[in-house]
């Protein structure tokens, strides 16, 4: 907010410029352009969501301060679609939030969501208004594919971008590494009943049976439940070489707690749900101890420089370490400043349909997560799932993601 | 692992859940027994208890499960944690009894359960503002001894939880029963107006009868975190409407009734996972409910309440 002072200058800057004719005018009345983060906010991920979300504020920030696109003056606008009943995000309310943004012609893009039950309930909504999104970590691929584009965007054009990979490779890729690299040839599948949770899992299965790896059974977790116990012992009397769960923290924490206790020597993994530093806190060593896991972006860690110089800015500001979504928020939010600073240079106007269509076809080379483009479903082209696992690390900080998830290397495509 | 022992652990399993679901469905029974009163506040006194045992426990110098101890310390420890977890969260059922529920004594109609409903999501909302929503880290002193039965394992804070939740039966049914409090909780339970003009101080028995409930409500939560080491804000509604299921099965205001429910729910919940799969364990659940009270509506052991004519 402008201060009475500033106000003041800024009223006789704009009274100065006009006498001075039309040519500067554009540059006097900066415009104000929001961009909507529906993020999780309350609820089981409610640190991940700060952590994701301050990815996108640094960029418009630095945005911002240098002045980066003549005339645009960045806001970006924190909407919560987590709710207390439900603990976690709640696609009702991620619905609502899309309204909100959809109605108010200042929202030129948005940003989010986390989730990819989230993600379903907001996309047709977000397609009737053109309002192009772009989500640094819901991975369910029904959302840009277009056998569903009937119901995801209705309105024809890809609205819904991501610059990380889908399940349609996170699970699958996963299924290779814990064959091919680790050896497992049986599984026992678990998923969470969300969204995401599901459609991993479903990947993750499709792909076993492919190459021949015994599928022993599936079942389903309430996450709001507190005792897997039953589940696991039948697991434990089937004798798998591998438990595979799909699904996010909030039923992930209780599963690698009593997982521990129940199943200790079996392997174990997960997808990008399980990668956080809630299983870290929430379970602690040594329950958590041999997870493994995936993240749907190339891992960068500081040892290359480009991520050294933005983890050193993003500790500055916010005082805490960023994670790999955190990264993928940061190109995200670049994505959106880079689009409309070409508009800017061209000329054209700055609205929902041309942020939609430039984002469509930018091309970054060179971002923290490597070459960012789009294909036409607004999938990102670049595609690579990460593997983890949790390794004691007693030298640094045990809730830290980047010291007690060592990272394997890259899942093998199908 | 044979299927004896499948079965085994499964009960054994069923049994743990069983013991928990009764602890917390106790103070459901003793509190509607005295006051016909669901008190929906129950659910999030428990967890509110939860998060204080979390928070006794790591003022003690005990996060997480790094530290384990054995012999006179951890019955110190836990025997502390116990008593300033029941009579804080006791204080809370107190607190709740004479600000809210007493000015709506009088009220009939569901305008007192409508109000634990409100309090519940008040007490949740203070924790999730408080605290915060992700799952917490419980410390975990108990050493951690296991039998091998075959191939079915059975820990040592399985035979705890049941130790305890039999002590804290035992000991409730002896006080209503056999103390003069008890008389008074009970004469005031079968007609509050007769028991005042005996001389029965009836005010002071449903605030008692509030203090014991969330004090179980408290030594409930402590439990589940040393159980399950973990609390998190939404822990009191999943257990919770089990717990309240269990009360409403074995007949609401009838003590071993809540038992006999806590123990058939988590028998049923442990046997239905493992053979049709942990999705249908409600579905399985709550049918088993409404059959029982088609057939039985007050319940498998019947029902007490007081009589209000």
Known sequence: MLSRRSAFKAAAGIAATATMGVATGAQAADRVVKVGMDLSLTGADSESAIRTGNGAILAFEEANKYKEVPGIIWDAVKFDDGTATAGQYDPAQAATNARKMVSDKNYIAALGPQMSGAGKAMSPILSEGNLAIITPSSTNPDITDPKFAAQYRPKGKAIYFRTVTTDAYQGPNMANYMAKVVGAKSVYLLDDSGAYGVGICDSFERRCKEIGVTVMGRDRLDPKAADYSAVLTKIKSLNPDLLYYGGVGQAGVKLAKQAYEIIPKMLKAGGDGILGTEMLKGVGFPAVEGWYATNASPHKDEGDTQVKVFSDKFRARFKDSPDDYTLTMYVAARAIIETVKVLVANGKPVNRDTVRDGLQSIRMTNSLIGPVEFDENGDLKNKVISVFRITKNAGKPLDSIDDQYKYLGIAPMS | ?309
């Open chain 2, 1 to 309: 692992m044979t299927l004896g022992d499948l079965w085994l652990q499964q009960l054994i399993n069923g049994l743990n859940l069983g013991a928990m679901y009764s602890l917390l469905a106790l103070g459901f029974t003793l509190v509607y027994c005295i006051m016909e009163l669901i008190n929906f506040s129950h659910f999030n006194v428990f967890m509110v208890g939860a998060f204080i045992a979390l928070g006794v426990l790591k003022l003690m110098g005990m996060d997480g499960q790094s530290v384990i101890l054995t012999g006179l310390p951890l019955i110190g420890v836990l025997t502390l944690t116990f008593l300033i977890t029941m009579f804080s969260s006791g204080m809370i059922g107190v607190g709740i009894e004479r600000l809210l529920l007493r000015p709506l004594r009088a009220v009939t109609g569901p305008a007192a359960m409508i109000l634990t409903i409100g309090v519940s999501y008040i007490l949740f909302n203070i924790i999730l503002i408080g605290i915060g929503g992700d799952t917490r880290n419980f410390a975990n002193p108990l050493p951690s001894v296991a039998w091998n039965i075959g191939g079915a394992v059975l820990r040592m804070r399985d035979v705890l939880i049941w130790g305890i939740t039999i002590v804290l039966m035992l000991g409730l049914t002896y006080f209503v029963q056999y103390t003069k409090l008890g008389k008074g909780m009970r004469a005031t339970a079968q007609d509050p107006e007769a028991a005042r003009m005996m001389g029965v101080e009836v005010d002071n028995v449903v605030a008692l009868s509030f203090f014991i409930g969330s004090a179980l409500a408290g030594a409930s939560g402590l439990i589940f975190g040393l159980y399950y080491n973990y609390a998190k804000v939404d822990m009191g509604f999943a257990a919770g409407l089990r717990a309240f299921t269990a009360a409403v099965l074995g007949g609401i205001g009838n003590v071993p009734g809540a038992m006999l429910g806590g123990v058939l729910i988590g028998l049923i919940e442990s046997g239905s996972s493992q053979l049709i799969g942990q999705l249908w364990a409600d579905v399985v659940i709550f049918s088993i409910l409404v059959i029982v009270l088609v057939f039985r509506p007050a319940g498998l052991l019947g029902r007490q309440a007081p009589n209000k004519s």
